[in-house]
C-alpha cells in the first residue's frame, strides 16, 4: 500500500521521474488514448506507479479533484478493453495534506508484451500500438525492440551460483596431479607455483590466512582464464567437440576495448597475497594473455570488501549492463572434497593407515561465488543488445563448464570404476 510519505519521497528525488514512475495530471484521465499508452508503457518495463493528480513540476493539484467511482470507471475500461493482453492494475485513493493522489499500480507484464489497441472491427483487434518505458518516458517499439519483447518474456538478466572447490598437497601448497579437478585448477598452478619457499610456513598458520589466499588470488585467476578466451575479440563462440574445444571469433574486427592483464588493480595493502615476498603483476603476466578484449566503454574492477578477507567482488560495468561476480570463503577441511567418489575409495582401504594418510597429504577449501549479469533494455541498437546477452551468456557457460565443481562431479566416472582403478593399481604394485 503506497502512503503519503512515499509519495512525498518520490516528488523530493532529484532524478524524479524514472522506469517505473509517472505523474500527470488529472486531466489525462479524460484522455483515453495517453493514458492507455502510459499503463501499457510501464507495464512492458518493470511495472511500477502511475501517479494522478500531480503538475509537470511536480506539485500537488490540490484536495478534491476527483470522482473516484468515475475515475475507477475510466481505468478499468482501460485496463480491460483498451488493452491487451488485459492489465490487472489495483487502484488508490490518497488524501494527503497537500493534495489527492490518485495512484495506478502497474505489474510488470507476465507473458507477451501489452499493447494499446488503436482500433476494433466487431470483437477482433485490427490494430495493436506497441510502447516501453525508457529514461525519457514512454517510447514507441521498433520492429527489432518488438520482436525482442515477445522472444524475452522475462528480463534476461542471469543468476548463476556456483561453487569452486581447490585440492592441494598440505605441506607445499602444490596442485596434485593424481586427483581428478575441474579444469579451472590449471589456472592456480601461476599462483601456488609462485609461492617462494620460505614464505609457506607463514601461510599455514592457520587455516583463515590459507583460506584468505586461495579467496584473494581466485577473481585473478578467472580474470586469466578469460583473458585466453576473449584474446581475439569479446564476441565469441564456443566450440566443443568431445575434449577440445575452440573460442572461434563471431565477428572480425569487432570494437573493442583492450585490457592489458597487469594493469589489474592489486590486492589491498595488508592482504594476505600483498605480504608475500613475490612481484604479483610478474605472477599475471606469466599466466595468462597479455592484454584481452571487453565491450567498448566497460569498466574492470576488483573489490576487497572488509568482511574478515572473506567476500571479494569482481565487476564489469556498462551503460548497458553489469556483470558481477562474488566470492566468499565457504570450507575447508583435511583430505578430499566429501563429494570426490576417489574419497571414498581411498578412505575404503583395508588399513587405517589409508585414511590417515590422505588426510595428512591433502586439504580442500571450498568457495561459494555468484554470477550476476543484470541488462538495461536496448532502447536503441537491439542488435548491440543480443551482443552483449551473448557476451554474458559464454562467461556463464565457461563458469559452468570449467569452474562449478558440481558440474565437474557429475562427469567423474562412476565410484565403482574407481575401486577397479585402485584395485588393479595395488595388483599392480604386488606384482611389480
Known amino acids: 500500500m503506497t502512503t503519503c510519505n512515499e509519495i512525498y519521497e518520490i516528488l ?11 505523474w500527470k495530471q488529472s486531466a489525462i484521465l479524460s484522455n483515453i488514448e495517453e493514458l492507455s499508452c502510459q499503463i501499457v508503457a510501464l507495464a512492458n518495463r518493470y511495472g511500477g506507479k502511475l ?43 490518497l488524501s494527503c495534506d497537500e493534495g489527492d493522489i490518485l495512484v495506478v499500480n502497474v505489474p510488470k507484464r507476465k507473458g507477451i508484451p501489452h499493447a494499446y489497441i488503436d482500433s476494433r472491427e466487431g470483437p477482433e483487434i485490427k490494430h495493436r500500438t506497441y510502447y516501453i518505458r525508457t529514461e525519457h518516458g514512454k517510447r514507441l517499439v ?3 525492440q518488438l520482436e525482442w519483447l515477445f522472444n524475452h518474456q522475462e528480463d534476461p538478466d542471469i543468476f548463476f551460483p556456483f ?40 601461510l599455514q598458520k592457520d587455516w583463515e590466512t590459507i583460506q584468505s589466499f586461495f579467496l584473494e588470488v ?28 575452440s ?12 585490457i592489458s592483464i597487469c594493469e589489474l588493480p592489486l590486492p589491498p595493502k595488508g592482504s594476505v597475497t600483498d605480504s608475500l615476498g613475490w612481484n604479483f603483476k610478474e605472477i599475471l603476466k606469466s599466466g595468462g594473455s597479455p592484454d584481452f578484449c571487453l565491450p567498448p566503454n566497460s569498466n574492470l574492477a576488483i573489490q576487497f570488501n572488509d568482511e574478515n578477507g572473506k567476500k571479494i567482488k569482481l565487476s564489469l560495468e556498462h ?74 551468456r559464454t562467461i556463464k557457460d565457461q563458469l559452468e563448464h570449467d569452474w562449478d565443481y558440481a558440474q565437474f562431479i557429475k562427469q567423474l566416472p562412476n565410484y565403482k570404476l574407481y575401486c577397479i582403478d585402485e584395485k588393479l593399481n595395488t595388483i599392480m604394485k604386488k606384482l611389480l
Open 12 to 22: 523530493k528525488n532529484p532524478e524524479k521521474k524514472n522506469l517505473s514512475i509517472e
Open 142 to 144: 521498433s520492429d527489432r
Open 51 to 93: 501517479l494522478i493528480g500531480v503538475k509537470n513540476d511536480g506539485t500537488f493539484e490540490g484536495k478534491g479533484i476527483f470522482r473516484i467511482e468515475s475515475a475507477k470507471s475510466v481505468i478499468d475500461n482501460i485496463c480491460n478493453t483498451n488493452i491487451s493482453p488485459n492489465v490487472e492494475y489495483t487502484l488508490e485513493l
Open 163 to 202: 561453487n569452486i572447490v581447490i585440492t592441494y598437497l598440505k605441506d607445499s601448497f602444490k596442485i596434485p596431479y593424481n586427483i581428478e579437478q575441474p579444469v579451472c585448477i590449471r589456472n592456480y598452478l601461476t599462483f601456488v607455483n609462485s609461492i617462494p619457499e620460505n614464505e609457506i610456513a607463514n
Open 218 to 245: 581466485t577473481p585473478y585467476a578467472l580474470i586469466q582464464s578469460l583473458s585466453l578466451i576473449f584474446f581475439h575479440s569479446w564476441l565469441i563462440e564456443i566450440k566443443r567437440v568431445l575434449e577440445t574445444t
Open 247 to 258: 573460442y572461434i571469433p563471431k565477428v572480425k574486427n569487432m570494437s573493442s576495448k583492450k
Open 319 to 392: 551503460n548497458d549492463f553489469t556483470l558481477s561476480l562474488l566470492f566468499r570463503g565457504s570450507s575447508m577441511s583435511e583430505g578430499i572434497h566429501f563429494s570426490h567418489p576417489l574419497r571414498a575409495v581411498l578412505l575404503g582401504g583395508n588399513s587405517l593407515s589409508e585414511g590417515e594418510k590422505i588426510h595428512k597429504l591433502f586439504q580442500f577449501i571450498g568457495i561459494d561465488c555468484e554470477f550476476k549479469a543484470t541488462f538495461s533494455f536496448p532502447e536503441n541498437d537491439v542488435e548491440l543488445f543480443n551482443d552483449y546477452y551473448h557476451f554474458a
